[in-house]
């Protein structure tokens, strides 16, 4: 016997796959939607503990930057300090500046000059006197820049003829003025250093030097 299915079949079978889709859909949603939470929780997670670290990091880095400041500061004061230190050094050394400037005086100052005047303003003298000629005037400053190691930078400002007058006998000499600077303590001894000391035949000249200008005290230049 032949049966014949009369119902709408395709009808529901329809319906059974729409319902299928359906479900399907909604599981591909709630699917979907706890893969959406779970990679939110994780990056969240992630996130919370770089800025936990990026705080860590600004706060090292504002300890850091006090630390520099501070040695910053430290460096300054141990500036000052050495700065202070070297000008009290300075004041101590420039007291006996006046025994080491007429000393060298005494070393540098040639035969035939003689000295009217010194007057010392810091580390700048003022030399006046009288010469036998010129020549003798450009010795002592060849002597002056080369050869003095407290005594630099002799400046010739004025020379002239003039009559010097002794024992009612004028004589015809130079007058001149220069200017030299002084060394401080430190400074003579760091060229002292930088030279490695002078031989035998220049100590022996500087003697003679010195002993002939002793000697000629009161003389006529």
Do not use: C
């Not at 859909?25 to 939470?37: I, K, S, T, Y």
């Not at 580390?123 to 020549?135: H, W």
């Not at 003579?188 to 003679?208: H, I, P």
């Amino acid at each position: 016997m032949i049966r014949i299915n009369l119902l709408p079949h395709r009808e529901a079978k329809r319906k059974l796959k729409q319902k299928a889709f359906v479900a399907m859909l909604v599981l591909g949603a709630l699917l979907g939607g706890a893969v959406v939470l779970l990679v939110g929780g994780w990056n969240a997670s992630r996130i919370a503990i770089q800025e936990q670290r990026n705080l860590a990091l600004k706060n090292e880095n504002a300890k850091l930057d006090k630390k520099i400041k501070d040695i910053a500061n430290l460096k300054e004061e141990i500036e000052a300090l050495k700065s202070r230190q070297q000008a009290v050094e300075d004041l101590q050394g420039d007291r006996n500046q006046p025994v080491y400037l007429l000393d060298e005086l005494v070393r540098q100052t040639p035969d035939g000059v003689f000295l009217k005047s010194v007057k010392q303003d810091g580390q700048r003298v003022t030399l006046n006197g009288y010469a036998q000629s010129q020549e003798r005037v450009a010795e002592m400053l060849r002597n002056l820049s080369g050869q003095s190691p407290w005594l630099e930078q002799p400046d010739l400002t004025e020379v002239k003829a003039a009559t010097v007058t002794q024992n009612k006998l004028a004589r015809k000499a130079v007058e001149f003025t220069l200017a030299v600077n002084i060394k401080r303590p430190r400074e003579a001894e760091e060229a002292e250093g930088g030279e490695g000391g002078e031989g035998g035949e220049g100590g022996n000249k500087k003697g003679l030097a010195a002993s002939a200008l002793a000697a000629k005290d009161g003389a006529t230049p």
